[in-house]
């Protein structure tokens, strides 16, 4: 049964904190995704990895980095979390190529920035 | 760029009753996945569409693809409670590995007794 998990379902900052959100995979999948999810707003990228210490801004990048120094694991970091980014934040993960190259997502976090 | 529209955003349908989604997207692509939220879940994968005309089946949920047109389409056939979700198109780059996706709005669909 394939598997994305995140460190915390729930988490709760304060303005100015540095915060790291975990993504663990194990389908060995190549690609790692990060994302937002806003109401009305769908879900924007926030970053990718297609390999070890390989990264791509998505569409919205500004506020946040990201670390990949192993295969199945890719962070999240918001530097000095704002207000603005409470937020649901979603990881994915898929193969590298692939006829279908679904993208298979985790549980979720829901950050709070008070 | 590539901006993909969902239609539409809401929807409360009666049990028993067919509808349909709406998922057009502006460029050219390879590839269509539909993708459904049930409330404080994450995205669950249901079809992935491949090819002009390419028709996918599951229970009561229908998705279908036109790269002609740029829309796919996700058709419900008497509607059950149990489909009450968020439904949500994504579509990927023309080609690339990567495997980018650009999601749709999401489409809330509730589903009345």
């Known amino acids: 049964d394939v598997k994305v998990t995140q460190s915390s379902r729930y988490l709760v900052k304060r303005t100015g904190e540095k915060v790291f959100l975990e993504c663990v995979q194990d389908?060995?999948?190549?690609?790692m995704f990060w994302y937002r999810q806003d109401p009305g707003l769908g879900l924007r990228l926030i970053y990718f990895?297609?390999?070890?210490?390989?990264?791509e801004k998505g569409d919205i990048p500004e506020g946040y980095s990201v670390s990949r120094e192993k295969k199945e694991r890719f962070s999240l970091i918001l530097e000095s979390a704002s207000t603005n980014q409470t937020s649901m934040y979603l990881c994915a993960s898929s193969r590298l190529a692939g006829a279908y190259n679904e993208q298979f997502f985790g549980p979720g976090t829901r950050l709070t920035v008070l | 760029e590539l901006k993909v529209e969902q239609n539409p955003l809401f929807l409360s349908m009666q049990e028993g009753k067919n509808y349909t989604i709406y998922c057009n997207y502006s460029t050219t692509s390879d590839r269509l996945y539909w993708y459904r939220q049930d409330p404080g879940k994450s995205l669950e994968s249901l079809f992935v569409l491949l090819s002009n005309g390419a028709v996918k089946q599951e229970g009561r949920l229908m998705a279908s693809l036109d790269t002609k047109a740029r829309l796919s389409t996700l058709h419900i056939t008497a509607a059950v409670h149990d489909l009450s979700a968020t439904y949500f198109c994504a579509v990927g780059g023309a080609g690339g590995a990567t495997n980018k996706l650009i999601f749709g709005t999401g489409t809330l669909l509730a589903v009345q007794p």
């Open positions: 990895s297609y390999d070890v210490k390989m990264k």
């Open positions: 389908m060995d999948h190549e690609n």
